[in-house]
């Protein structure tokens, strides 16, 4: 092999290792914290009770820079480095970092016990970092006024808004929601980020007993904020007039997003209940257990965000009367690169100084039982 992985180390019982390394209800196939990085490399291809999660988050990576890439190639799609896919890229750069951070998490943290918690601050930060990237796409795309200028007739009214379309209410019935859209939306998207980093990252050294009931609720508040613009657009009737392709193309986007949310709900079930491993310790511990689950519903529902997502973009490409350029006609400008990776470039760099400021106090109490560790290792 490339690696040149030698005789592997041996796997070892949740009795062999520092209870900092145990996860409830799985009994074997740890590594020791004193891997080098070949090792870690070389235990994605060996049976570990890590290696599942490794590829659950690997390999979708690809999977998703499939079908995203694949909008670039539709009709009337404006070249990938436009403007009008600003929002696009920076979601993008959210769920590619998301899964290869979670990924390279479950590879690399037997390397030490201080790199194992800066590998899950990290991911932790990553995910904060998705669902920012995540509330850009729908304010654009799915928010009902973000750059689109909307065609008027003689009386000044909006077309297109008198057609019979499920809905419970016009897109005009809610100007309170209007101006959090227009407001609060993005500094709320970022603030809540923000505080679901810093919640996960105590739950590494605090709050240990309850850590994944917090770290799963703790993420299901981004989603209630982000997925605003999506139960603006449920609840309302659609902008499009029923006999364009745009309409065609905007009424597959709640079926994705039920979906989405339904994964969404799986995911969050796996992580709290620890099934099946709880029903029977020991038999999952390689293949099969819960996190495994977890990653598996996690990314189903990004696949299914991203439909989602594609599907008001198909919309508003299909759509003559819409366009979503900056401009100084739209209720609100369209996207530009400080709206979209500016704001991400900020986020990201107040999230790597949280996670800074944790490595640093991981490092102060696990920093001394590395370097006796080391020491032991030269005496035998």
């Known amino acids: ?32 914290p004193n891997y080098s990085l070949r090792d870690c490399l070389c235990s994605a291809f060996r049976p570990t009770n890590e290696t599942g999660n490794f590829w659950t988050h690997f390999l979708p990576i690809f999977i998703f820079a499939y079908y995203f890439l694949q ?43 201080v790199v194992r918690e800066v590998c899950f601050f990290v991911d932790y930060g990553t995910i904060s970092a998705y669902t920012v990237g995540s509330s850009l796409a729908y304010y654009y795309y799915i928010h009902p006024r973000a750059g689109i200028v909307e065609k008027e007739d003689r009386n000044g009214s909006y077309l297109d808004l008198n057609h019979k379309h499920k809905g419970f209410l016009s897109p005009n019935a809610m100007p309170e929601f209007n101006l959090f859209f227009e407001t609060y939306y993005m500094p709320c998207a970022c603030v809540i980020a923000i ?5 996960c990252c105590n739950t590494r050294q605090r709050w240990r007993e309850h850590r994944y009931i917090i770290r799963t609720l703790v993420f299901l508040l981004p989603f209630l904020i982000s997925s605003t613009p999506v139960f603006y657009r449920v609840l309302t009737r659609s902008p499009y007039s029923t006999t364009t392709p745009s309409f065609a193309a905007s009424t597959t986007m709640p079926n994705f997003f039920y979906r989405h949310s339904l994964w969404l709900l799986a995911s969050a079930l796996f992580n709290i209940s620890k099934f099946p491993e709880r029903l029977a310790p020991g038999r999952f511990d390689i293949w099969g257990h819960s996190h495994q689950w977890f990653h598996c519903c996690t990314f189903l529902s990004i696949l299914d965000e991203l439909h989602m997502i594609q599907a008001e973009v198909r919309a508003i490409l299909l759509n003559p009367d819409f366009l979503l350029p900056p401009t100084a006609l739209s209720r609100l400008p369209g996207p530009t690169i400080a709206s979209t990776y500016g704001v991400m470039l900020l986020l990201q760099t107040t999230i790597v100084s949280i996670i800074a400021c944790f490595s640093w106090h991981a490092n102060c109490i696990y920093g001394p039982q590395r370097d006796q560790l080391k020491k032991q290792m030269k005496v035998d």
């Open 1 to 32: 092999m490339f690696l040149n992985c030698g005789q592997p180390l041996p796997l070892l019982s949740d009795k062999d290792v520092p209870p900092r390394v145990t996860e409830n209800f799985i009994l074997s196939g740890y590594r020791f």
């Open 71 to 113: 909008m670039f190639s539709w009709d009337g799609a404006p070249d990938a480095d436009a403007p009008f896919f600003y929002p696009m890229w920076n979601y993008f750069i959210g769920v590619f970092f998301l899964l290869l951070a979670s990924s390279m998490a479950h590879l690399l943290n037997s390397m030490s016990l």
């Open 195 to 199: 505080i679901c980093v810093l919640s």
